[in-house]
Every structure is written in C-alpha cells, then in structure tokens.
C-alpha cells in the first residue's frame, strides 16, 4: 500500500506543468497583446494596449483597450492550411493576406508572405505575447 501511495505522489509531483495556462505550442487561439504607441500630428505620443484575438470559431478581432484615446477596430476570419495563416479583413472585400507565424518566448509573430489590404499592416509592427489575464475575461 505504501508503495502505491509513494508512485501516485511522484506522479503529482513530477507529472503537473507550471506553464499549464501558456499556449499550447502551434495554438493560435486565445488573446494576445502588445503595447501600441501612437504620435498625432502636434507630436503628442499615447501609448494603448493592442488586443489581437483570435477565437476557436475561426475568426479574429483586433482592437485596442476601450480606455485608450483612439479606436482600432479590425474584424473577420483566419484558416491555418500547411502552417500558413490566412487572413480576411472584413474591411477589405476579398483580399486575402498570407502569413507565417512563429511562437517564442509565450508569444506571436506574424511574418507576412503576401497581404494586399493595407489594413493588415498593423498586424505586422508587434510581437504579441500571450496574456493569461486576458484569457481570463
């Protein structure tokens, strides 16, 4: 009996991950973020946080924290087909836009392969981090 009670404490010991909130490596789904700083045109620089989500229904909304001083609302779908990911910008008709995307360090980046909706571009100037709070909401 003591040896059975020993195995099963080794197995929770040794067997329970710290990182069990983290993405799953190659998951895209869930809520990433990164810090946008935007300059207007009398050189006054706001900084918000960008949200990119990207939910299991095979769609993505990008926005900013509604406390921010500005607005940044992107909306439509994604695929992933041979570790490319597809993106359809609501805002811009048919335009599809081809991306490689790496995980590193528990966050994203988008690599652009071929993107002609220039709404796109946003995606592109941060490195996302997963954000187990923001999972959270």
């Not at 993505?60 to 041979?82: R, W």
């Not at 790496?102 to 652009?112: M, P, T, V």
Request: net charge negative; hydrophobic share 40%.
């Amino acid at each position: 009996m003591k040896k059975i009670l020993v195995i099963v404490m080794l197995i929770f010991a040794f067997g329970c991950s710290d990182d069990a909130t983290a993405p799953i490596e190659s998951e895209l789904v869930g809520k990433w973020k990164s810090y946008f700083t935007r300059v207007d045109e009398e050189g006054k620089s706001s900084t918000a946080l960008l949200i990119l989500d990207f939910n299991s229904d095979g769609t993505f909304n990008l926005s900013v924290d509604p406390s921010s001083e500005f607005t940044v609302n992107e909306k439509g779908t994604y695929t992933i087909s041979d570790e490319i990911l597809t993106i359809t910008n609501n805002a811009c008709g048919d335009f599809k836009g081809g991306y490689k995307f790496e995980f590193r360090d528990n966050g994203l980046k988008l690599i652009r392969i071929q993107d002609d909706c220039a709404r796109n571009n946003l995606l592109l100037l941060f490195y996302y981090s997963y954000d187990v709070v923001l999972e959270q909401e």
